[in-house]
């Protein structure tokens, strides 16, 4: 059997995770290397070869894919025109086509808007005399959103009322930025999704995610929700994996309103924090999935086991440097995973843990309780 070197862009926490998925398929995956900028990332102290730079150095990517049979993402912040540039040379997956239009909020929305994939109304904004004239169609509140590198909600703006217009433009000055009509969701859900290099997709069943300061703070498998809704999710997942045509794992966030229809927000093309669970709950974790997407092996089982839930560990407030290791008793269904991060920030993911409910109670309440102990025990 002939095994292939794997280049990943980023080597945080998903990186690392892909790579100790990666080391658990010799057969198919020689090694990794992965280009990241932070000395002793999470990816290399799980064990894979780094090139320290910037995401978007062009002689490195370059060098990445002369090291690498394959080259993929942990982040979506890669320069996307180097790897169109690349593609042919190395087998580039999620195609850097698809990750260009995801990179772009403006660009994934029209995307998804033109395919008949629901999402919130929205609109390019141009100057500011733009903005003033397009929020009175889209009404208070609404959100002014920069159309690339965003995260953890930074890229976001709630404008409350019209005298907030003019501080929400600044705020984003220098960048390109859109408007989309707010949201008043009953809840965030997200469908982990996977389609191989031969077209085969698969999905994961529906999970519930709550949100503190806009980071992810818990997952709950499944979604707290009506098979009509779920199914509903699962059929607009499959839809956007049909149009996408990319290789990989995706991360697809939904809202679900008040009047229980399902928008997507928004895409991520890679392992998403909402799918960390799948390490123990489910037949297949999503970073393998990831890996026989792209080596174009047929994709695993994505049956939930157990549900569970996960919940991140954050970097407390008002401390930054080196933080004493978290430990916890791993036992009754409750797994501990640490990034390995050299330093800790505020609200900075140092780790995750998963609450599984291995004696089959379906008690999700008692679940949370659990998961609200531990975290106030690690605090
Ligand atoms: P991520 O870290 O997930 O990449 P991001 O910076 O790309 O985050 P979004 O996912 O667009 O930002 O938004 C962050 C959060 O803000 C969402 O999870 C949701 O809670 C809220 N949000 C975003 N868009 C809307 C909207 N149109 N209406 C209501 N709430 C929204
Ligand atoms: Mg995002
Ligand atoms: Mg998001």
Do not use: W
């Amino acid at each position: 059997m002939v095994t292939k070197s794997l280049g990943i862009i980023g080597g945080g926490q998903l990186g690392m995770m892909l790579a100790e998925a990666a080391k658990k398929m010799p057969d198919y995956i020689s090694g990794v290397t992965v280009l990241d900028p932070t000395p002793k990332c999470p990816a290399s102290i799980a064990g894979a070869k780094q090139i320290i730079a910037d995401f978007k150095d062009k002689n490195s990517i370059v060098e990445l894919s002369l090291q690498s049979d394959i080259i993929t993402y942990e982040i979506e912040s890669g320069d996307s025109k180097v790897l169109e540039s690349l593609h042919g040379e190395v087998s580039i997956n999620p195609s850097p086509t698809t990750l260009r239009i995801i990179q772009d909020k403006y660009l994934q929305k029209q995307f998804l808007r033109q395919n008949n994939i629901p999402v919130a109304e929205f609109d390019i904004i141009e100057s500011l005399e733009d903005l003033e004239k397009k929020i009175t169609k889209f009404q208070y509140p609404a959100l002014l959103k920069a159309r690339r590198d965003a995260y953890d909600g930074r890229g976001n703006f709630k404008i409350e009322n019209h005298s907030q217009v003019e501080t929400a433009y600044q705020q984003f000055t220098g960048r390109q930025t859109m408007i989309e009509k707010f949201v008043d969701f009953k809840m965030e859900v997200s469908v982990i999704a996977a389609r191989n290099i031969h077209g085969e997709i698969a999905t994961y069943p529906l999970v519930e995610n709550i949100h503190k300061n806009n980071i992810l703070e818990v997952t709950i498998a499944p979604a707290r929700v009506d098979s009509k809704i779920s199914l509903e999710a699962d059929k607009i997942a499959k839809k956007t994996m049909d149009v996408l045509h990319g290789a990989g794992v995706f991360g697809i966030e939904m809202f679900v309103t008040k009047d229980d229809k399902v928008l997507i927000n928004e895409i991520a093309p890679r392992v998403h924090n909402s799918g960390h669970h799948t390490l123990q709950s489910s037949e297949t974790s999503q970073f393998e999935q990831h890996l026989r997407a792209i080596l174009g092996l047929p994709l695993g089982s994505t049956r939930l086991k157990h549900t569970t839930v996960m919940c991140n560990i954050l970097g407390p407030k008002d401390f930054v440097g080196k933080y004493k290791p978290i430990t916890l008793e791993q036992k009754d269904g409750v797994y501990l995973k640490m990034y390995h991060k050299e330093e800790a920030k505020p609200q900075r993911k140092l780790g995750h843990f998963n609450v599984v409910d291995e004696q089959d109670t379906k008690d999700v309440d008692a679940l949370l309780e659990k998961t609200r102990k531990i975290k106030n025990s690690i605090k």
